[in-house]
Every structure is written in structure tokens, then in C-alpha cells.
């Protein structure tokens, strides 16, 4: 398993979702706050998740909004927990593996073939090997900015999230490949922490007016999730 500790199979949701997870790379609280705070996202969407992994995201989303779900990764390991976990929730005829390297989708796959690209890249540049699905290696930012507008149609909804740090670089390659960032919401560890990640909403080549919506605190002093959190997490299935 690429040195890796055998992955482990967890239950989430009172039992609704099933994953197969290595120790190095699991399911958090904020990629279940990204997938709540989704727009443009309907039961008719074809929702591409670009960097899927072994499907946390694709999983969510297919079984939140019921809606066909593309899941594109390279990585041999995370490609097989990826189809492994599509059977585990029996979602075999809702989400569809492209196993390719996002980098190279411009020559395999048709332009604005998607009405939604989700996408959750490595939060911190450069090649950590004890942290390799966090960092950047060969894949940048950039990178997947270019694939999702490529695949992305026109009015098309572009869901970003990214290290809070990294929200200028983002906006600007968001522009470059003509994604506008219609909304922007950070989210904060506790009210009086500052937000160390930020969910972007873009639309291609259209002009919306941005907002900043109301940050997300995930944690109150004590430690306990908000009641903001642990109502989303209530509905979520």
C-alpha cells in the first residue's frame, strides 16, 4: 500500500457513509463543511470532483444531492479505495471513475462538458513525502484552476477550497482562466481564531457582484462544534 498503514473502514453519518480511509489521509469536519456550503449544485448537475482521492467528496455529494458525479484522480492507491468505496455505499451507476491525470484532461476529455467542478487540491506548496496528500508535488493550484475552467461551461459553477493564505493566488488564477468568484466564506477553528480556510464560489465568464458571506465558526471555546455545525451535520443526510 505504497508504505502506507492498510486503510481502515469507517462509519459516518449514523451508519450512511462507509469509508475506506488511510491513517495519512482521512475524512475532516471542514471537507463536510465544504460539501454543505456547495452551490449551483442540482439532481440534473454533472458535478466533476477534480483530485477525488478515495471519494470523500464525490461520496457526499452524490448522496446529498443524488446527482452523477465524475471522480477524477491518478493515484494508483487512492484509485483503488476510490472504486472500493463507490461499492461500499452502492453508488456504482452515480459516480464515475476518470482515471487520469488532471494535468492532461484537455487531451482526453471534451471542453465544458460539466455544470459543476469541485475542487479540494493540497493546501500548502512544495513536496512534503511525510505529508505527500497535503502538499503540492507536481500539481499546482494553477493547474487545477486551468483543468476545471477547460472542463467547466460557460455559467458553469466553480467550488474551490483552499489554505486562507493562499485566497489572493487563488482569485488571480481564478481570473486568469476566466472564473469571477461570485462568494467567499471562511471558516475559523473558533471565533477568536483567524480563518485558516476559505470556500470560493466562481462562475465562468459571467460578471456576479462578490460577497463575503457570514464566517463559519466550527468550534466554540469548550471545544464542542457550534450549534451552526452541529445542525448542518444533523441535516446532512
Same mark, same amino acid.
Request: hydrophobic residues 40%; proline residues 4%; charged residues 25%.
Given at each position: ?43 440534473? *448537475?454533472?458535478? !466533476?470532483?477534480? $483530485?477525488?482521492? /478515495?471519494?470523500? =467528496?464525490?461520496?457526499?455529494?452524490? +448522496? ?84 476545471? *475552467?477547460?472542463? !467547466?461551461?460557460? $455559467?458553469?459553477? /466553480?467550488?474551490? =477550497?483552499?489554505?486562507?493564505?493562499? +485566497? ?70
Amino acid at each position: 500500500m505504497n508504505g502506507l498503514e492498510e486503510p481502515k473502514e469507517f462509519d459516518f453519518f449514523r451508519g450512511k457513509v462507509r469509508l475506506k480511509q488511510p491513517k495519512a489521509h482521512r475524512l475532516s469536519i471542514v471537507e463536510i463543511l465544504f460539501v454543505a456550503n456547495l452551490k449551483g449544485i442540482r439532481k440534473s *448537475s454533472k458535478v !466533476l470532483d477534480l $483530485g477525488a482521492g /478515495f471519494g470523500t =467528496l464525490s461520496i457526499l455529494i452524490s +448522496l446529498k444531492h443524488s446527482c452523477q458525479v465524475w471522480a477524477m484522480e491518478r493515484d494508483p492507491l487512492m484509485l483503488h479505495l476510490l472504486r472500493e468505496n463507490i461499492k461500499l455505499n452502492k453508488l456504482e451507476g452515480k459516480i464515475h471513475v476518470i482515471d487520469l491525470d488532471l494535468k492532461t484532461a484537455q487531451n482526453y476529455l471534451k471542453a465544458q462538458s460539466f455544470d459543476v467542478v469541485v475542487v479540494n487540491p493540497p493546501f500548502y506548496k512544495g513536496y512534503n513525502p511525510a505529508n505527500a496528500y497535503h502538499h503540492e508535488t507536481d500539481t499546482s493550484l494553477e493547474d487545477f484552476v486551468k483543468t476545471g *475552467s477547460f472542463l !467547466l461551461r460557460d $455559467g458553469g459553477h /466553480f467550488n474551490l =477550497l483552499i489554505a486562507s493564505y493562499r +485566497l489572493v493566488e487563488a482569485i488571480i488564477y481564478m481570473k486568469d482562466y476566466r472564473i469571477e468568484v461570485e462568494s467567499l466564506r471562511f471558516f475559523h477553528s473558533k471565533l477568536q481564531k483567524n480563518a485558516k480556510i476559505v470556500c470560493i464560489h466562481g462562475l465562468k465568464n459571467l460578471k456576479p457582484l462578490p460577497f463575503i458571506e457570514k464566517p463559519l465558526v466550527i468550534n466554540e471555546e469548550s471545544g464542542e462544534y457550534t450549534q451552526e455545525v452541529k445542525s448542518l451535520l444533523e441535516s446532512f443526510l
